[in-house]
């Protein structure tokens, strides 16, 4: 089956210029999680929340009374009294939230990833801490994507930098690497961990490609059912 989240995260580089400093891409990746599970329909008792408007996804990631840092995107159960907004093309209905019972962090490596590895690993790591921060037992589901290409170029404002495999290495001279240590110092943190292997040169025509895309979506649907599974255990008993 085809997945939002997946076709989402494509959408940031197939047929357009990737803007690395627009933070609210990986937002707009984390929302479509929730969507994913409910469109499997495995949890007759979670989809009927859902439709009832009674669990939301909170954009905003503020979570009334409790200050913590802002994810990518936080789910849960939405505050008394108020009205969820439905959002055109999605079935998740969105308003301010009470509880966090899943929260979602997404990073894109694209280029330049053993420079700033240990910023991202922090990163992940503490905002896994900060879902926790309301209490109980929220799921953490951390999303890193890395770029697995054989040279790529950034922007910034007119100017280009491609790599060039000497100053700035290649995307494929790191990816390895980089996966390697999200996989042994991030993932820990959090319930479900999902590496996202792709290849994008960031150049006209704007290509972009899995690694091997029928294994990017049974992977990916397999966290979403061990998530719905320990959602049930968690929220619903």
Not at 219 to 237: I, P, S
């Amino acid at each position: 089956m085809s997945y939002l989240l997946l076709d989402r995260f494509r959408r940031l580089f197939d047929g357009v210029r990737y803007r690395h400093r627009d933070s609210s891409l990986g937002d707009s990746v984390a929302w479509c999680l929730p969507e994913d599970l409910y469109a499997l329909h495995r949890s007759a008792r979670l989809d009927a929340l859902i439709s009832a408007g009674d669990r939301v996804l909170n954009i905003r990631n503020i979570l009334r009374g409790v200050k913590a840092r802002r994810g990518d995107a936080t789910f849960g159960e939405i505050v008394p009294q108020t009205e969820p907004v439905t959002e055109p093309g999605f079935v998740v209905k969105r308003g301010d939230i009470a509880t966090i019972e899943i929260g979602m962090e997404v990073k894109i490596l694209a280029k330049a990833m053993i420079k700033q590895i240990d910023r991202v690993i922090n990163d992940l790591r503490g905002q896994a801490e900060q879902f926790k921060k309301a209490g109980g037992a929220p799921i953490g589901v951390g999303i890193a994507a890395i770029n697995f290409a054989d040279r790529y170029t950034s922007y910034e404002g007119q100017r280009e930098w491609p790599t060039d495999g000497k100053k700035n290495r290649h995307p494929i001279e790191e990816a390895a690497d980089a996966q390697r240590r999200l996989i042994a110092r991030a993932a820990p943190a959090y319930d479900e961990f999902l590496v996202l292997r792709f290849r994008a040169r960031n150049e006209p025509p704007f290509s972009f490609e899995w690694l091997d895309e029928a294994q990017t979506a049974l992977d990916y649907g397999a966290v979403l059912a061990r998530v719905l599974r320990k959602y049930e255990a968690r929220f619903l008993n």
